[in-house]
Nanobody, 127 residues
Framework: QLQLVESGGGLVQPGGSLRLSCAASGFTLEHYGIGWFRQAAGKAREGLSCISASGSGTNYADSVKGRFTISRDNAKTTVYLQMDNLKPEDTGVYSC????????????????????WGQGTQVTVPS
């Protein structure tokens, strides 16, 4: 059974850092692009970043560019999101998902079709 499980969220002060993990099971992670998304209370889900199957292609939303870094370790079947210089507006539930349509070997986009969403992990940055 294909499954993604996020971890690493928590409470962090402005300017701090967190590293989120997205652990995959039930499928061969290296064949798929993966994306990270965020949903703040009362707001629509926002695509933050994605990484291609090969790891050579990444994309970031303007809101996190220069502060967040996505990476993958196929041997550990895990995709990471390193988040630095966190701001109160980064507060939300962070989820990862698999790109389920399209050729994602060396490129990706948060606007592609995603599935197999994880349950999410809460990140809180107080103002």
């Amino acid at each position: 059974q294909l499954q993604l499980v996020e971890s690493g969220g928590g409470l962090v002060q402005p300017g701090g850092s967190l590293r989120l993990s997205c652990a995959a099971s039930g499928f061969t992670l290296e064949h798929y692009g993966i994306g990270w998304f965020r949903q703040a209370a009362g707001k629509a889900r926002e695509g933050l970043s994605c990484i291609s199957a090969s790891g050579s292609g990444t994309n970031y939303a303007d809101s996190v560019k220069g502060r967040f870094t996505i990476s993958r370790d196929n041997a550990k079947t895990t995709v990471y999101l390193q988040m630095d210089n966190l701001k109160p507006e980064d507060t939300g539930v962070y989820s990862c998902a698999v790109i389920i349509h399209g050729d994602t070997y060396d490129h990706c986009s948060v606007s592609m079709t995603y599935g197999y969403w994880g349950q999410g992990t809460q990140v809180t940055v107080p103002s």
